[in-house]
């Protein structure tokens, strides 16, 4: 950070140098242009003033060589003449050099004589510097051609005076015009040469003192410009100057204004923010750090971080600081974001944080480190509460399926792959279409799409194909995920497998519709499916038939074999019924061995005769039943649609009493109905009704009838019968009533009403006379199925005080058929009792010996069917005889019901028959008709 800040500072000071340097050298460049060009006019000048001195040299010593060479003319001594041409010679020498000079630059130095007076002689220095556009030269080239023809020509002069001198006095004449001819021209020559000189000095003097007007004027200006430069450059460092603090300044606030920044973010963050230097020692702290901590800054500032907030794992283990990631940073320079680690607080609790810390470096060194961390607690019971919400999800019996806007699946639970049979990793990013079975209707999704896309949810069901190709049910609960802002993110399908309760509810709606034994249509379906029928047939102006069926004598199988015979027997029933109607007919079973056919779309009544007659005649071949052959036959009653009623309930009600009247021509017929049967069925239903509460409103009275010892003619004991007297009905037999309480289970109450006024009322005969009678009572095969009955006869035995030997139960064979162990119990435990079981009705059921051998009965009761014909029919009497014989020979006691006439009696009484009862002595009568007989008359002769 100090950094960021000082590098501005540094570059604004290092860009004022920088400018300043260079004005100055811009400046000093400008002002040394000047100087050159000052100094070139000053060598310029130098060059002037050299070649005027040279000049002047020239002119001088060719002034010299002009008076050398007029000396020359007058001379006649040779010694004069050789010092006259040496003076002459060394002027020209020095005009040489000094042409040489000018031509090739050098210095030159001469001596010549002056006219100024004291100084006869001067000396003359010039520094002549190679000219390079003067144009010198020219000059040059044109004075040394002159000095070097003056020198041969001088040459030439010598040595014709040198002769005149040696031929003095006889000289020619002609060498002495030679002579002064050649002085003539070398004088001439010398004389050009002068002016030529005189020129050039003269041309010098003049470009001298123009030189120098130029020299001065540029030293003018190069002086005049000096101060405006330095005024310059001042000017400009000021200004670079001001700007430069002022960017300075306005540096120093920035940076101000940061640090007083990054202390407001430091004091008002949430974050918890420390530093630690390279010690782990805590250099600051921010004040959330401290709060979240627990410990005041001062607390926490120069100790050891790591010792004092840092120290144990969040498995509670040691955390060593050399294993610190906060700190590593320090060793490394890594930056870590740790979220796994607690801070621990002054108070010893513990909290998650989620920090990083990030090394200070100063000069490329690390002096420390900053840590920021955060209290991650909420987070950290968040991602627990979203861990154990998706262990849920995914622990859960119901399929989940997200998916994404698209439809594409992103995520399934284990439910899903257990009922769909797929792998999560075989459906995530694939369309959950992939389940459907085609099965359930395209409306379905219809709306399933309009509800989720308009944001609604949607349940339904669905039929789905699982992986292996099976079907199965799914309840769905479809709805749209939506985040904060309410747009959906995505889509979520709770399903449940429902395969098993839809295969339920089939059965349950099968049962509720169809029979269980046979699995044809119950009551239930069998009157929906008739108002079908009904329906159809008054549209097509059709007629319809319903047959009623009833087993005949069915009950008796079912008592004399067993139920299990009895339902076997019903399915075959059931079989060949629908084997001999059309396949559109209904037939369907009422209950017991009840059955109805339905018959549709008819045209005549005659179109049920043959149908009618093939279903009698399937029942002809016998039926086979536990390897024994039965035969079996049925009474049909027909009520037709529309003559015989408009509504189900009225055509089955009518079918019902036709069959009736079927039962009552002798059974295995059909009677179609006719409206006169009604009269007959109202009576069975009349009974019915009138049962109802007939035992609380005390219609029913017992009758006794005497049973007598034959060979005393002395009344032994009576047989209670029940008699019932309706003030609708009037008196109702007990072969019409009774049959009807079995069926609806009347007879149990009506049964222990019977066998304690039995009971009671005999006990009080035996106290008044004395005597031991007993009395039978007659017991149902519906009252052995009552688990109560022996506790009952035991209750009443004792409430009676009468002993069990004067109680004789009479059973039909019905009672034994059944089979059931329950029977065998409670005979046995009756007989341990001590009372006597009587077979009732012999030779009317199957008169088997073998229940007479297993069964402990004291009596037998010969049915009075065949007493009644004992005298005329030999058939009977050989039936009487055969049972008396047998009975004794079991050692059971014969009983002779319904014995009318004296002859029947005397008969039985030939035939060893011990006991007797009948009209003969007495009809059945009421107990107090009965306490008057055994008063006047125990001894009867006849009624
Ligand atoms: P059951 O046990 O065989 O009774 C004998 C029936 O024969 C009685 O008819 C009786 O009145 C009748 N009877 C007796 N002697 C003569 C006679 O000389 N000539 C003629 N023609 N009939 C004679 P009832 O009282 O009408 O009873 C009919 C059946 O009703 C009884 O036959 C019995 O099976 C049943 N029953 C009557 N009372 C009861 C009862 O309290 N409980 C049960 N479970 N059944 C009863
Ligand atoms: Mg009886
Ligand atoms: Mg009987």
Not at 615 to 641: H, Q, W
Not at 714 to 733: A, F, K, M, Q, Y
Not at 812 to 837: C, K, Q, R
């Amino acid at each position: 950070m100090s950094q960021l800040t000082e590098h501005p500072i540094q570059r604004q000071i290092i860009g004022l140098a920088l400018s300043i340097l260079a004005i100055v050298v811009v400046l000093v460049a400008i002002h040394s242009g000047f100087r050159s060009k000052a100094n070139q006019i000053g060598s310029q000048l130098d060059n002037q003033k050299a070649r005027q001195e040279i000049g002047l040299s020239i002119y001088q010593r060719l002034f010299s060589a002009k008076a050398s060479v007029f000396k020359l003319s007058t001379l006649d001594n040779r010694l004069e003449l050789e010092i006259v041409k040496k003076r002459f010679d060394d002027n020209l020498l020095i005009i040489k050099e000094g042409l040489a000079i000018l031509h090739n630059g050098g210095v030159f130095k001469d001596q010549i004589a002056t006219n100024i007076p004291g100084q006869n002689s001067m000396n003359l220095v010039a520094n002549y510097y190679l000219p390079e556009s003067e144009g010198y030269v020219l000059e040059v080239l044109e004075l040394g051609p002159a000095i070097h023809n003056l020198d041969e020509q001088a040459q030439l002069l010598y040595q014709l005076i040198k002769s005149r001198i040696e031929l003095f006095p006889n000289e020619p004449a002609d060498l002495q015009v030679r002579i002064h001819n050649l002085i003539k021209t070398i004088n001439t020559v010398l004389q050009r040469t002068q002016e030529n000189a005189a020129r050039v000095l003269y041309d010098s003097q003049e470009k001298t003192s123009q030189l120098s007007i130029e020299y001065k004027e540029s030293e003018n200006l190069y002086d005049s410009f000096r101060l405006p430069v330095v005024v310059i450059a001042l000017g400009l460092s000021a200004y670079l100057l001001l700007v430069t603090l002022t960017r300075v300044g306005k540096v120093i606030e920035n940076r101000k204004q940061a640090e007083d920044q990054l202390q407001l973010l430091l004091d008002t963050t949430v974050e918890g923010i420390f530093g630690v230097d390279e010690q782990g020692t805590t250099t600051f702290v921010n004040p959330s750090a401290s709060r979240m901590l627990g410990y005041s800054p001062e607390e926490l500032i120069n100790r050891s971080n790591h010792q004092l907030i840092h120290h144990t794992r969040s498995d509670g283990s040691h955390y060593p600081a050399s294993e610190c990631c906060m700190l590593e940073v320090l060793e490394g320079g890594t930056v870590h974001t740790v979220d796994n680690e607690l801070f621990w607080r002054k108070d010893g609790t513990s909290f998650p944080v989620e920090y990083s810390s990030n090394p200070i470096y100063r000069k490329g060194k690390i002096v420390g480190a900053v840590v920021n961390f955060r209290d991650i607690s909420e987070r950290k019971q968040a991602e627990k509460r979203i861990r154990t919400l998706l262990q849920a999800i995914e622990q859960s019996p119901v399929s989940v399926v997200m998916t994404d806007t698209n439809g594409d699946i992103e995520y399934v639970n284990r439910a899903f792959e257990i009922t769909s049979g797929y792998k999560a990793n075989e459906v995530l990013g694939k369309n959950p279409r992939i389940l459907k079975s085609d099965n359930t209707p395209e409306e379905h999704f219809k709306e399933l799409w309009q509800a989720i896309l308009s944001g609604q949810s949607w349940r339904g069901e669905l039929q789905n194909r699982k992986k292996n190709g099976d079907l199965f049910w799914e309840r769905a609960y479809i709805a749209p995920v939506v985040d904060e802002t309410g747009s959906t993110t995505h889509y979520l399908a709770v399903k449940e497998d429902i395969s098993l309760q839809k295969q339920q509810e089939k059965k349950i709606l099968h049962q509720a519709n169809y029979d269980s034994l046979t699995n044809l249509p119950n009551r239930f379906l069998t009157l929906d499916r008739l108002s079908q029928i009904i329906k159809e047939a008054q549209r097509n102006q059709h007629m319809a038939a319903v047959l009623f069926l009833d087993l005949d004598d069915f009950k008796k199988v079912n008592d004399s074999m067993s139920h299990e015979a009895g339902d076997k027997l019903l399915i075959q029933a059931a079989k060949r019924l629908k084997e001999s109607v059309r396949i559109d007919d209904t037939v369907s079973r009422l209950g017991g061995d009840e059955f109805i056919i339905l018959l549709g779309s008819l045209h005549t009544e005659k179109e049920v005769l043959p149908i009618a007659e093939k279903i009698l005649n399937c029942f002809k071949p016998p039926f086979v039943l536990d390897g024994r052959e039965l035969i079996l036959t049925a009474s049909i009653g027909i009520s037709i649609y529309p003559s015989d009623g408009d509504n189900p309930a009225e055509l089955l009600r009518n079918a019902d009493t036709a069959m009736y009247q079927s039962k009552e021509q002798g059974r295995n017929t059909f009677n179609f109905f006719t409206h006169e049967m009604n009269k007959g069925i109202s009576r069975r239903l009349q009974v019915e009704e009138q049962l109802h509460g007939a035992l609380e409103r005390n219609e029913f009275q017992l009758y006794y009838q005497p049973i007598l010892d034959i060979a005393k003619r002395e009344i032994i004991g009576t047989e209670s019968l029940l008699r019932w007297h309706n003030p609708i009905l009037g008196e109702v037999r007990p072969d019409e009533f009774i049959p009807i309480t079995e069926q609806t289970g009347q007879i149990i109450p009506l049964g222990q009403f019977v066998i304690e006024q039995a009971l009671c009322t005999t006990a009080q005969w035996q106290n008044q006379f004395s005597k031991p009678f007993r009395v039978a009572i007659n017991i149902s095969p519906r009252q052995f199925r009552d688990p109560n009955l022996i506790k009952q006869i035991k209750a009443a035995l004792a409430q009676c005080s009468i002993p069990s030997s004067s109680v004789v139960l009479e059973i039909t064979e019905g009672v034994l058929l059944s089979g059931h162990t329950y029977i065998d119990d409670a005979l046995s435990e009756l007989n341990n009792l001590g009372v006597t079981i009587t077979m009732d009705d012999f030779g009317t059921g199957y008169s088997s010996l073998s229940y007479l051998r297993r069964y402990p009965f004291g009596n037998l009761k010969i049915d009075r069917s065949f007493i009644n014909d004992i005298t005329i029919d030999p058939a009977d009497r050989e039936l009487v005889n055969a049972t008396i014989a047998m009975a004794h020979g079991l050692g059971i006691t014969v009983v002779a019901e319904g014995v009318e006439t004296e002859e029947q009696l005397n008969y039985l009484k030939q035939q060893g028959c011990e006991m007797a009862q009948g009209y003969l002595f007495s009809k059945p009568i009421p107990a107090v008709e009965m306490k008057h007989l055994l008063q006047n008359k125990q001894k009867l002769t006849t009624a």
